[in-house]
């Protein structure tokens, strides 16, 4: 069945290192949305993207959306510990969405 | 304007109870989406409601049921629980429930079964 793959799963770092997730389908999206859950709380909305081969910034975070539109990653420059938390991506196919299985980041000062 | 909400927040059940969660979205959203978290297990889907018809369903036994009413508040039930049902069961309500627009999450309700 259609799947969201997330890897890695977990991934620590030292507090100034870059990290990044990746999120692959098994088949063409409409979009990808990417959606962060602090320890304790809920998911929360970050970002969409629609087009192929599009990047888009927010301060120390770049999402790329590939140019298939079956992959995308987020990256995070510098990590602060204010990073910490699982950044889920999900995925529209055009009638169904998924969320990914998340990757959990750690950030050590 | 008001966020989603969940009741109750925190919940504490016996093996073989059966549980009702509630969930309000936000005003003029017509999707809602029940998903379910356990640790390392991430967002385990559900099944969404969108004017008060399910359109998808997550691969969950049938003790797991919701509903929608017509003012799209959501209820979710869960029947003859087991431990394993011990979760944070989260809601989302959205405009079109497809991920065209963004999903706003309610803060969850934890069950724990014992």
């Known amino acids: 069945g259609q799947q969201v793959m997330q890897i890695p799963q977990y991934q620590h770092v030292q507090e100034g290192e870059d990290f990044t997730t990746y999120c692959n389908s098994s088949?063409?999206?409409?979009?990808i949305q990417w959606y962060k859950q602090r320890p304790g709380g809920h998911p929360v909305f970050l970002i969409q993207?629609?087009?192929?081969?599009e990047v888009k910034k927010q301060k120390r975070l770049t999402f790329q959306f590939g140019e298939a539109k079956k992959n995308s990653s987020l990256h995070i420059t510098a990590t602060q510990t204010t990073d910490v938390g699982t950044y889920f991506c999900?995925?529209?196919?055009?009638?169904?969405?998924?969320f990914g299985t998340g990757t959990s980041l750690t950030v050590i000062p | 304007k008001a966020g989603v909400t969940q009741t109750p927040r925190y919940l504490i059940k016996t093996r073989g109870q059966q549980v009702t969660l509630s969930c309000s979205p936000i005003?003029?959203?017509?999707?809602v989406s029940w998903y379910q978290q356990t640790p390392g297990q991430g967002l385990q889907f559900l099944f969404e409601?969108?004017?008060?018809?399910?359109?998808n369903k997550g691969n969950f036994p049938g003790r797991f049921s919701g509903r929608q009413f017509s003012n799209s508040r959501s209820e979710m039930n869960v029947s003859t629980l087991e431990l394993g049902d011990s979760a944070l069961y989260l809601c989302?309500?959205?405009?079109?429930?497809?991920?065209?627009?963004?999903?706003?999450f309610g803060q969850g309700t934890r069950l724990t079964v014992v």
């Open positions: 409601y969108f004017s008060e018809t399910q359109r």
């Open positions: 993207l629609v087009k192929s081969g």
């Open positions: 088949t063409t999206l409409s979009n």
């Open positions: 999900a995925a529209n196919t055009g009638n169904q969405f998924y």
């Open positions: 005003s003029g959203h017509r999707s």
């Open positions: 989302a309500s959205s405009l079109d429930g497809r991920g065209n627009t963004e999903a706003f």
